[in-house]
């Protein structure tokens, strides 16, 4: 029996998650859906058919989606509607797990790999975080767990952005990029979003496209002319993204500078707008590549050392690696102290062998871990 796809759906307090899911259930897209709903805040899916005091709450909508409330364990939950499923009580073709406003995802997604019985029935499809553009700002700035969210989403929809300007949306993308490069970002009208951008997003796949936000990459990869920045030290507004270049090799460099580019930073090209520099958040990302092939003893022994001490404050992290003694990509991910890898397609005839890792975390001692990924080059 194929496993059942779950996706995690995440987000602070009031910022439309609960708008989101209704629309995803009671649109006529002809899928069962279960939903696990793990908060008694004000705005249930439905007030009015969750509002029981049994402790085992499982509710069939009129569309044949079912609804359930969660009292005890998320893995106890997921157990007993799998059960049900196979004795035909219940019918559903995957979940959608939605978190407190107040929690963290990372556990909740290591569910899915730390239990075998779960991992054998479901599958980790994608987190999808909605964030708030009214009140994202502050949010971000006084909690960590908004931070987190954004940190693990394979996916972000902004609401509310009829509620500000247009370039306080563009400086919250520019913010949210920062932190997290890998989710695309797209603003919903009160939950009006299209089935397929928020089912089977497979961003838990190991496959060999590393999904980074391509305009976030122009920004990382092109030098722009006329900054006139110093470059001695590391910029107090959060490059972060950039700055792993720094080691020697796979400087990236703008042909068309008017000035040499000794120093080992890649510009940002919004330097010039104040407005994206005012925070400094502790969720950040950055980009690490090399031209060189890793040496995978080497490699296995860094990256287990690093997830066994930093592991907590790691959220995502992702790869597409070249490695010494296969013609074979290797492709590898994780989630905290959870790691994965596996062996993706050939390089193609004349593809460039270059290993791309990005490293989504809290505080994450960059210095270290380009320092330690450089020495397990070949």
């Known amino acids: 029996m194929s496993l059942i796809p779950a996706t995690i759906l995440t987000g602070f307090l009031g910022s439309g998650k609960t708008t989101l899911l209704k629309r995803v259930l009671h649109e006529a897209h002809g899928q069962k859906i ?37 009292r005890e364990d998320l893995r106890e939950t997921l157990q007993l509607l799998a059960a049900k499923r196979r004795k035909g009580l219940v019918e559903f073709d995957r979940i959608v797990i939605e978190t407190t406003g107040l929690a963290d995802p990372g556990p909740v997604a290591q569910t899915f790999f730390m239990d075998d019985e779960i991992a054998e029935t479901y599958l980790l499809d994608s987190i999808i975080t909605l964030v708030d553009a009214k009140h994202a700002n ?20 902004l609401s509310k952005t009829d509620l500000v300007s247009a370039a306080e949306t563009d400086a919250l993308t520019h913010r949210l990029k920062h932190m997290n490069p890998r989710a695309p970002i797209r603003a919903v009208h009160f939950g009006d979003v299209a089935l397929k951008d928020v089912l089977d997003l497979r961003g838990f796949n190991l496959n060999s496209k590393l999904d980074i936000d391509p305009d976030f990459l122009k920004e990382a990869d092109h030098g722009h002319a006329g900054h006139d920045h110093d470059h001695g ?11 792993c270049k720094e080691e020697g090799h796979d400087h990236v460099h703008d042909e068309h500078c008017g000035h040499d580019h000794d120093h080992k930073h890649v510009h940002d090209e919004n330097c010039n707008h104040p407005h994206h520099h005012h925070y400094d958040d502790d969720v950040k990302s950055f980009v690490f590549r090399a031209d060189r092939a890793f040496d995978p003893a ?15 404050r790691m959220l995502r992290y992702k790869g597409v690696l070249n490695m010494h003694g296969t013609d074979r990509k290797v492709i590898f991910q994780g989630v905290h102290q959870l790691m994965g890898s596996d062996l993706g397609p050939e390089w ?10 990005v490293f989504i975390g809290i505080e994450l001692p960059k ?8 020495q397990c080059l070949v």
């Open 298 to 312: 080497k490699l296995e022994d860094f990256l287990g050392a690093i997830v066994n001490i930093y592991g907590p």
């Open 348 to 357: 193609a005839a004349g593809e460039e062998r270059v290993s791309k890792m």
């Open 138 to 157: 502050k949010q971000l700035d006084d909690r960590q767990e908004a931070r987190r969210q954004v940190g693990f989403a394979d996916q972000i929809f």
């Open 34 to 70: 279960a939903v696990i709903e793990n908060e008694f805040g004000e705005e249930n899916i439905d007030t009015d058919i969750l509002r029981t005091e049994t402790k085992e709450q499982i509710v069939q909508m009129s569309n044949g989606c079912i609804c359930c409330t969660i």
């Open 367 to 374: 210095d270290i871990l380009v320092q330690g990924l450089e």
């Open 233 to 243: 030290h590391d910029h107090e507004h959060d490059h972060d993204h950039a700055e």
